[in-house]
């Protein structure tokens, strides 16, 4: 047909039936619907360019990846794992949305949400510190998307400032689930943090490949560094961190080498600032911990005195962000 000669693609839309399973509607969406524009950042593998579709003429943020250079650096398991896990999470605002992936000849394309208010690490960056009314807004937004993603049997294992972008209303959407865990159907079940290496029995070939990947240093949880298995608890400990950090300006483990990073952790070798925040830091607490099991499930941080006066769900999503300062 017609849409074949213009080097368009066949793409698949996710979207859920009337009862509510997610089912990939085809669509007829390729490079030549969109008019590409700027450049938005560059990643090891990917370029990402602002698009709008010619059709709708809606704005989006197009992931594109040039196939050589992924089969090259043996990166094609992370792109079909980036695809399948945003495939499962179509249904929170606080996640990078993925509308359609198509591909040509040379490249591979991601049409995602476009979050042009940046990256949380960047505002922090600029701000030194958040003030405890920014950190309850953002780490309560963040906690609802981690809420959302485990309860899809997905674990993000990379969480980290620069993995959560700011949409124009400056609201969180979280990206880069291409070292995502995606638990088989079986345990995607409940929003607990199951133990370690929750869901899906591996065999020892597979448990040498999960080990695989290891996070960002700082962000890294003890049991991936001594017994290699990710849980959801491991989003926590991230979650932690990241909590620490906006308070602090800096994260709880940080040393001159990976390594020594690492003995940090595992030693849970970290202090608080003199003025940090008593409430805060008893949260955190509660999150740096070093057996996964022992950490606060999600249905207990949200109720912690530290996120006192959140409206979690809907409203979490339409009130306005407080100003940074
Ligand atoms: N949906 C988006 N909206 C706006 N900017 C984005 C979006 N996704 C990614 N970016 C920006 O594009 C840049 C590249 O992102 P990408 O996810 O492709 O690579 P990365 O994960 O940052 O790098 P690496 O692959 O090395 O981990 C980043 O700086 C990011 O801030
Ligand atoms: O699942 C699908 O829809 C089909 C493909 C799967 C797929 N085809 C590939 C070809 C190459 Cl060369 C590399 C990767 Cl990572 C590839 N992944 C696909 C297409 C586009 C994107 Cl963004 C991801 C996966």
């Given amino acids: 047909e017609e849409w074949k000669e213009r080097g368009a693609a066949v793409a698949t839309r996710q979207e859920v039936d009337q009862n509510g399973r997610p089912v990939s509607k085809i669509v007829k969406k390729g490079v030549n619907d969109f008019h590409f524009g700027r450049t938005l950042g560059e990643g090891s593998y990917s370029t990402v360019l602002a698009a709008t579709d010619r059709q709708i003429h809606r704005e989006y943020a197009v992931k594109v990846l040039d196939k050589r250079h ?5 990166k094609v398991k992370y792109v079909n794992i980036e695809k399948d896990a945003l495939n499962r999470l179509t249904e ?30 960047g505002h922090l960056k600029k701000m030194g510190t958040f003030d405890e009314e920014c950190t309850r807004f953002y780490g309560a937004q963040m906690l609802d998307s981690i809420a959302y993603m485990h309860s899809k049997g997905i674990i993000h294992r990379d969480l980290k400032p620069e993995n959560v972008l700011l949409d124009e209303q ?4 979280i990206t880069d689930f291409g070292t995502a865990k995606i638990l088989d159907i079986r345990s995607a079940g409940g929003t607990g943090t199951d133990g370690p290496g929750s869901g899906d029995p591996m065999d020892g070939a597979e448990q040498e490949r999960a080990v695989s990947f290891v996070g960002t240093a700082e962000y890294v949880s003890p049991e991936l560094l001594t017994d290699k298995n990710a849980c959801k608890a491991s989003d926590l400990w991230a979650f932690g961190c990241i909590l620490y950090q906006l308070l602090a300006g800096r994260p709880p483990f940080k040393a001159s080498n990976e390594y020594q990073t690492f003995q940090k952790i595992v030693a849970l070798d970290y202090r608080f600032p003199d003025n940090f925040p008593a409430v805060a830091k008893d949260l955190i607490e509660r999150l740096l911990v070093l057996d996964p099991s022992k950490r ?26 407080p100003r940074l300062r």
Avoid: C
């Fill in 70 to 74: 992924i089969i090259k650096e043996k």
């Fill in 92 to 121: 929170h605002p606080g996640i990078v949305r993925l509308y359609y992936t198509f591909q040509d000849e040379r490249s591979l394309y991601f049409v995602l949400d476009l979050a042009n208010g940046g990256e949380l690490l």
């Fill in 170 to 173: 400056m609201h969180t959407k």
């Fill in 296 to 321: 606060l499930p999600i249905e207990h941080i949200k109720a912690h005195s530290f996120f006192e006066g959140i409206q979690w769900g809907k409203g979490l999503w339409k009130q306005k962000a």
